[in-house]
């Protein structure tokens, strides 16, 4: 049971490069999220998509876009990377929307921009 | 704005004794509370989850506790063992949506 599945694992950066994170799911959910973690601030929501065809911002957007490619894939672009995205970032999964569904997380893509 | 206060940030205990973490919302519209336990390299697990219409929930050595009249629900772990040392998440929907906002995390180490 593969769940949820990030790529690549590691990506140093230099300033100003492009970069795309790849995330699929293989649980048949619906939503999808991606957040970025950084020491000490928890877990913030960049993006999210309820359901296929549909996203919309969350709480740290700047920076960020997103393509909801299908069902099962959610990816999240880096267009022109700065220093300040240098993070660890977390795709996720739910069932289906509402607030009392669980998030299910991939092991995350550790990202360094120099 | 909406928000999720987690505490301590660092916990060390011997093994075998208890482990608690706190966490407090801000939103009365919050209806579900889970917790996440990350370990080093990995992504959040989901490790337990209470819903608003329970007080109390357990799951072996874990339990969960919700008091919503003072917006804070708890994390215990009882007979704690070097495997539980990771970092503790909470979380809580926002504005009564399925965004979480997530508690800082806690660094639990049970030392043996």
Redesign the interface.
Known sequence: NAG?TQTPKFQVLKTGQSMTLQCAQDMNHN?MYWYRQDP??????IY?S?SEGTTDK?EVPNGYNVSRLNKREFSLRLESAAPSQTSVY?C?S?ER????????????TRLSIL | GENVE?HPSTLSVQEGDSAVIKCTYSDSA???F?W?KQEL??????II?I?SNVGEKKDQRIAVTLNKTAKHFSLHITETQPEDSAVY?CAA?YG?????I????TRLKVLA
């Open positions: 949820v939503s000490g601030m928890g877990l913030r929501l999210y309820a969350g977390f996720a739910s929307t509402g607030g009392n569904q669980p998030q299910h997380f991939g092991d995350g | 987690q919050s209806n579900y889970p996440y390299g990995k992504g959040p697990q989901l989850d819903r998440f929907p009564g949506t399925y965004k979480y997530f508690g800082t995390g």
